[in-house]
C-alpha cells in the first residue's frame, strides 16, 4: 500500500528542523531513517501531513571520543556503528548493531530514530541502558540532556517534546575491568527480537563481580532493569550457583505479553537463559577474552 500524501521538507540545520516542526505543527514528523516510519506509512498506521528530512543536517552524524566518553551523532547508522572503533572498543555496541534487523535496514536505519521511537522490541533502548548513558535533545529552549532512564517514559513514548530533536547519545567509556554482551533471540534477521538481553559486569581479581547492570527487551512495555538481579551478582564470585540466582531474579523481573513472538511464559523462560550467556561472555570479556557473541536465531 502507498502512504497517505504528505509534504516533504528538507531542514539544513538543527534550528530550522525545530522551526520547521512548530510552523508545520503536530501532524509533522522528522525522518530519519524512516525503517520504521515509512512501514507504518504504508500500512496507514502513521499519517503524518508533512515529513521533516534530518539527514541534511551534518553535525548528527558523527562518532566521537572526547576524554572517557563516547558521543554519538543521532543520525549514525546502525551499520557505522557495528563497522566503527567504538564497536571494537565496546563490544556490547558492536553485538547490538551487528544483529538489528538485516544489511539494508542497519545501513539505513539510525541510532537516535530507534530511541525516539521507544519500540518495546528495540535493541538499542536495551543495549545502551546497561552503559551509563545520556540522550542530548535540541528543542525551541536550547539543549538538554536527560539520561536514558528517564527518556523513555513508556511503549513508543519518550519525554521529547513534538519540536525537540534527538541530536546525540553520550555514553561514559566502561572502566577496565569492565565487560559487557547483549543477546537477542529471534526467529530470523529481518524481524525483532523475542527477547533480548543486555549485561555489563565489572570485576576484581579474576572472578568477583564488583558491580553488574542487567538489562532485559522485549518482555516489558519498556526495557526493564532487573536489579534483584544486579544484586544477586554484586560481591559475589561469578560461579554457576549465583549466575544461577541472578538468571532466576531476571526471570522473576521479566513482564512479557503473550503474542505472535511466542507465549509470555516461553518469553521468561528465553530472557532468564539470554541473562546467564550474557553474564558468561561479559565476565570472559572483563577478562580480557575476545568473545564472538549477538543475535540468535531460531533452528540455527
Ligand atoms: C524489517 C525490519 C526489521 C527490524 N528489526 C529490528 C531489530 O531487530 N532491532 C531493532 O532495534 N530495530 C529493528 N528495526 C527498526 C530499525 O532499527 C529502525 O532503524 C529504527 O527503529 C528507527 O530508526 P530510523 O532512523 O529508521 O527512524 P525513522 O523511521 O526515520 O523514525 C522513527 C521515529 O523516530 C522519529 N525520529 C527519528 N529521528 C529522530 C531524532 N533524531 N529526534 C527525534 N525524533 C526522531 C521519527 O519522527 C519517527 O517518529 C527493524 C526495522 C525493519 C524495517
Redesign the pocket.
Known sequence: MYAAPFSYHRAASLQEAVKLLQELGEDA???????????LMKMRM?RPTALID?NFVSE?GDIRTPKGELHIG??VR?ADLEHSAAGATIPLLHDCAA????VQ?RN???I???L??A?P????GTALLALDTSVICFGPGGQRTVPLEDFIKDAYTTV?AHD????ALHVKLPLKGSGGAHL?F?RCA????TASASVQVMIEDGNMCKDARIILGCVGLTAIRAKEAEAALRGKTLEEKNIRTAADAARAAADPQSDMRGSADYKRILVGTLVKRAIGIAARRARGESVEAG?EYAGR
Not at 29 to 39: D, F, H, N, T, V
Not at 190 to 193: A, F, L, N
Open positions: 514528523r522528522l525522518i530519519a531513517g524512516g525503517q520504521s516510519l515509512i512501514p502513521a534530518i548528527l543521532a543520525l546502525h544483529g538489528i534487523a538485516d535496514v539505513q536505519g539510525t537516535g530514530g530507534s525516539a521511537e519500540d522490541s528495540g535493541d538499542w521529547l525537540e530533536i534527538v541530536t537477542a529471534k529481518p524481524v525483532y527480537p543475535h
